[in-house]
């Protein structure tokens, strides 16, 4: 049997953002900065440093502008950003940010939970946040958060992405993310979900952001892989998750990603020894990881010496 792989993938680390506003205890700036510098010495290329959201909101990314303005010199790396509003789109291009990512729901009932608004009126609200970012030359993508299940209204019918990816479309957006954000996705939704987007829309780009809460991310995204997606989203040591999200975990770990991808055959361009230690120092800071295989048995490339005293009994 053979598979039908892309050769390259490029990998979002989005632990800074994702990862730390799930964290209750406040992390310290500079250790912040020191994790996101350190990240960008493993070949990742894209990091999603923070959100500009009010602090009240978050108040563990009450320091976003600190930590944007002392790694902007990173020119190697794209830093991304999470923008619920224009406010918050100002804050990041002044700060110097040069990718925004929307933030939506697929479904009313977590839109009004995370956002106090409807789908419509959260979509109303980016025309103005993609012409303000257009106006100054900053790159804007998409996301659809709980796109493959909601906590509270179920499985969401492809219909209502088409109709949003649609939107995101007429404003100009060419890059969408899909985010599992309750881990409610199985393979086959992902392949019939997929398949029908891509029938429909083949222009543009789009990216998964997966959570592990049921244990089927890698299996999700290995489908994604095989419809040709070639962006993931991904949070070392499986850190993440989301408060409007009942029982929600974290995202698919960064380590445990491209190591899978690379014993295919599919290049990340990160080195995961490299990754690695960025995980295990991130999990020593904060005192517990969100689900990493890698950093409970490392990766296959890690040997170990045989049992002393071996012998056939018999």
């Given at each position: 049997m053979s598979m039908r792989l892309p050769q390259n993938v490029m990998i979002c680390e989005v632990a800074p953002r994702d990862g730390f506003q799930a964290e209750k205890t406040f992390i310290p700036t500079g250790l912040k900065i020191e994790i996101i510098r350190a990240l960008?010495?493993?070949?990742?290329?894209?990091?999603?440093?923070?959100?500009?959201?009010?602090?009240?909101?978050?108040?563990?990314?009450?320091?976003?502008?600190?930590?944007?303005?002392?790694?902007?010199?990173?020119?190697?790396?794209?830093?991304?950003?999470?923008?619920?509003?224009?406010?918050?789109?100002?804050?990041?291009?002044?700060?110097?940010?040069?990718k925004l990512k929307l933030m939506l729901s697929a479904t009313d009932s977590h839109s009004l939970s995370n956002a106090n608004c409807t789908v419509k009126e959260a979509m109303d609200a980016q025309e103005a946040i993609v012409e303000y970012a257009q106006n100054n030359g900053t790159e804007v993508s998409g996301s659809i958060s709980v796109a493959?299940?909601?906590?509270?209204?179920?499985?969401?019918?492809?219909?209502?992405?088409?109709?949003?990816?649609?939107?995101?479309?007429?404003?100009?957006?060419?890059?969408?993310?899909?985010?599992?954000?309750?881990?409610?996705?199985n393979p086959m939704q992902m392949h019939q979900?997929?398949?029908?987007?891509?029938?429909?829309?083949?222009?543009?780009?789009?990216?998964?952001?997966?959570?592990?809460t049921r244990g089927m991310a890698f299996a999700n995204a290995l489908v994604a892989l095989e419809h040709g997606v070639t962006h993931f989203d991904a949070s070392i040591a499986g850190l993440g998750g989301c408060p409007y999200a009942p029982g929600a975990t974290g995202n698919i770990a960064t380590e445990d990603l491209v190591h899978a991808f690379e014993e295919m055959g599919v290049s990340t361009g990160i080195d995961v020894d490299a990754l690695l230690l960025v995980a295990e120092?991130?999990?020593?800071?904060?005192?517990?990881?969100?689900?990493?295989?890698?950093?409970?048995?490392?990766?296959?490339?890690?040997?170990?010496?045989?049992?002393?005293?071996?012998?056939?009994?018999?």
């Open positions: 960008a010495e493993t070949g990742v290329r894209q990091i999603e440093v923070t959100s500009f959201v009010h602090p009240k909101a978050i108040p563990q990314l009450k320091d976003a502008e600190e930590v944007v303005r002392a790694v902007e010199d990173l020119k190697h790396i794209t830093l991304r950003a999470l923008v619920p509003n224009v406010k918050g789109a100002q804050r990041a291009i002044d700060s110097g940010i040069k493959f299940g909601c906590p509270y209204e179920g499985r969401v019918p492809v219909e209502k992405l088409l109709q949003i990816i649609s939107r995101y479309r007429s404003m100009g957006i060419r890059e969408v993310s899909l985010a599992d954000t309750t881990g409610m996705a979900t997929l398949k029908t987007i891509l029938d429909s829309f083949s222009d543009m780009t789009y990216s998964m952001h997966l959570h592990n120092k991130t999990k020593s800071i904060l005192g517990h990881d969100g689900g990493s295989f890698l950093l409970q048995a490392g990766p296959c490339s890690r040997l170990h010496e045989k049992p002393t005293g071996q012998h056939k009994q018999g």
